[in-house]
């Protein structure tokens, strides 16, 4: 029987904001993923955008600062392990402006 993996990382981006990694594969497919860029706001970090696949589909989800969660837009409609490489590139690459946009 081969077993499901699960593998949880954080990344510091800077200062002020991190990447929460988080997805289970069995075998070499990844099969569900979730991705939260977290900003620091009050000595606390926050969800900013998460990026998942929870219900079937690749979404992606942006907060107000109060934690609200606005509709779902969905990102990518290829296979899970790249709508995760997706997501991650994303997060590494744009988080500045996402946060600046989540703090207007």
């Keep these: 029987m081969v077993g499901v993996r ?3 990382s954080r990344a510091r981006l800077d200062f002020e ?3 929460d990694v988080r997805f289970l594969r069995r ?3 990844v099969r569900s993923y979730v991705v939260v860029l977290l900003a620091r706001e009050s000595g606390e970090l926050k969800a900013v ?3 998942d696949n929870s219900h079937g589909d690749h979404d992606m989800h942006r907060y107000n600062r109060e934690g609200a969660e606005r509709a779902a837009e969905t990102f ?3 296979p899970a392990s790249e709508a995760l490489q997706i997501a991650i590139d994303a ?3 744009g988080y500045g402006e996402m946060i600046d946009s989540w703090r207007r």
């Design 17 to 19: 904001a991190a990447g």
């Design 6 to 8: 699960e593998t949880i």
């Design 76 to 78: 990518h409609r290829g």
């Design 91 to 93: 997060v590494r690459s």
């Design 49 to 51: 955008r998460v990026y």
């Design 27 to 29: 075998r070499s497919e």
